[in-house]
């Protein structure tokens, strides 16, 4: 049975940072890609980034390019979203996806993903 499980999301004052946590179990960590994606009240889940295997790209969305950061380490099964700079706008729920491929594109799209964690809030006041 897979399970991605995303950690670290909370309440953060804005300038501040957060490092989201997406711990996978049940599948084979390294044969696949891992994107980041939000999802705020009223509004689309959007695409924010993502890393392909062996952690070889990396892609961000226009809207936090230069604050966030994605890593991964396979040791762990694990993918991070580190999130600097952070600002109300970004107040959303979390969630962590994986997608089997090892194509070096990083996959935008949600539909293509094969497995979505549960999400976390964050939530940055002004």
């Known amino acids: 049975q897979v399970q991605l499980v995303e950690s670290g999301g909370g309440l953060v004052q804005a300038g501040g940072s957060l490092r989201l946590s997406c711990a996978a179990s049940?599948?084979?960590?390294?044969?696949?890609?891992m994107g980041w994606f939000r999802q705020a009240p009223g509004k689309e889940r959007e695409f924010v980034g993502g890393i392909t295997y062996k952690g070889v790209n990396t892609y961000y969305t226009d809207a936090v390019k230069g604050r966030f950061t994605i890593s991964r380490d396979d040791a762990r099964n694990t993918v991070y979203l580190q999130m600097n700079s952070l600002k109300p706008e970004d107040t959303a729920v979390y969630y962590c996806?994986?997608?089997?491929?090892?194509?070096?594109?990083?996959?935008?799209?949600?539909?293509?993903?094969?497995?979505w964690g549960q999400g976390t809030q964050v939530t940055v006041s002004s």
């Open positions: 996806a994986a997608d089997r491929t090892l194509s070096l594109a990083v996959t935008k799209s949600g539909g293509e993903y094969d497995y």
């Open positions: 049940g599948l084979t960590f390294t044969n696949y890609l």
